[in-house]
């Protein structure tokens, strides 16, 4: 088929480069021309397991193409997908002007039936928009080419969006056309051989449930922040409370590792629009406001922790193990990294930081301060500090000598944002250690 993908972030590479990969013809679409010529390169703009092999692979087979030309690529392409930004408004509601930008392009340019695909996260009436913005730019140039709008949310999540692209556990269409049924399902064909992984259902069921999915995980993540803040005041661990209740199969372990708190570009902002949605309707969402609570005032406790043991922290140097939101990705968006980082310069302390790939996303939100330094490896960036904090969970970090790192901090105290390491570990090598939840033993 002939596809078009209209924004080149994780998104729309991520489905541009695996649509390719299964034989389709691909124009990704961006109106950034250093980033297209970054892909054109053979350069991925961003980092994500996989998807630059992936990217290059299909490149040079002639599979999938780049260019800023809006015309060339709605002409290209039968199927139009739209994987441009919706980033937080003020209110909290999901920013429409890009995903509205590209509807009103496509109508000034189509001059024959395309199947329009929303695949940016999207508040609840956007296909409707969507439509008539297409419809509107067509009637102001004379037209009135056929064309279907459906939407076909992502479930990808950052540092596995190949895998969740390539082996998802469904793919959710919301559409009531039997043609749109018929092109998705061709489209999709590649990847739902084993057993049948579309779920077609309304177009406005379809968009609550990207929202539904990403709040109900942001949820449990609140949730077990909140029973680790009770564990840590009751003296129990809560790592023994999540392996009891992570054994009931109406529960699971995913998603109830408690910690410093959600970050990135989805769940923050997904949370959000959904209760800016609810509000609007008059509608009162006491739990996702709690949600949204309980996160923010989760990504305080590193600092909350720090102070706790250390007291005034000005003129201290704090050794940050990860800056990511999450491991295998290079966003700082919403991390807890960047609360924590602000409130110790506001304090006085400077910072000492090292992430296996966010380094230079850290230097592109901050730049250059007598305050921080960017380490060039975990080891670097512990030597002289006071107190050393993990941020994210990387396996890089996991595996650690703790009578060096007690050689190396002056305060000799651990803490630990991600329950990576064993209290009685790190107490055994002299090292005081604080995480989440946890019950910390006297260092010997």
Known sequence: MNIAVFGTGYVGLVAGACLAEVGHQVTCMDIDPARIALLDA???????????????????????????????????GDLLFIAVGTPPDEDGSAD?????????????????????????????????????????????????????????????KEGAAIE????????????????V????????????????????????????????????????????????????????????????????????????????????????????????????????????????????RQKQTLFDKLTAELGDVRGKTIALWGLAFKPNTDDMREAPSRTLMEALWAAGATVQAFDPEAMAECRRLYGERDDLMLAGDRIQAVKGADALVICTEWKAFRTVDFAWLASQLNDKLV????????????????????????????PA
Request: glycine share 8%; net charge neutral; hydrophobic share 40%.
């Open 42 to 76: 053979g350069e991925c703009p961003l980092f994500e397991p996989g998807l630059s092999t992936l990217l290059q692979q299909n490149r040079e087979a002639g599979r999938l193409h780049f260019t800023t030309n809006t015309e060339e690529a709605v002409r290209q």
């Open 96 to 156: 429409l002007r890009h995903v509205l930008a590209v509807a009103r392009s496509i109508g000034e340019h189509m001059t024959g039936y395309k199947l329009v695909i929303d695949k940016s996260t999207v508040p609840v009436d956007t296909a409707e928009k969507v439509a008539a913005t297409i419809a509107q730019a067509q009637q102001a140039r004379g037209t009135a080419h056929a064309f279907d709008v459906c939407s076909n949310p992502e479930f990808m």
């Open 164 to 179: 969740d692209f390539t082996r998802g556990a469904r793919i959710v269409v919301g559409t009531e056309s039997e043609r």
């Open 181 to 296: 049924r018929e092109l998705m399902r061709e489209c999709y064909a590649p990847y739902n051989r084993n057993h049948d992984k579309l779920m077609f259902m309304s177009v406005r069921a379809a968009e609550l449930t990207k929202y539904a999915a990403n709040a109900m995980l942001a949820t449990k993540i609140s949730f077990m922040n909140e029973m680790a803040n009770l564990a840590e005041r009751l003296e129990v661990d809560i790592e023994e409370v999540r392996r009891g209740i992570g054994s009931d199969p109406r529960i699971g372990y995913h998603f109830i590792y408690p910690g410093c708190g959600y970050g990135g570009s989805c769940f923050p902002k997904d949370v959000k629009a959904l209760e800016r949605t609810a509000r609007a309707l008059g509608f009162e969402p006491q739990l996702l406001g709690a949600v949204e609570a309980v996160n923010q």
């Open 415 to 442: 803490v630990d944002g991600r329950n990576l390491y064993s209290p009685a570990a790190l107490a055994s090598a002299g090292l005081r250690y604080v995480g989440v939840g946890r019950r910390s033993p006297q």
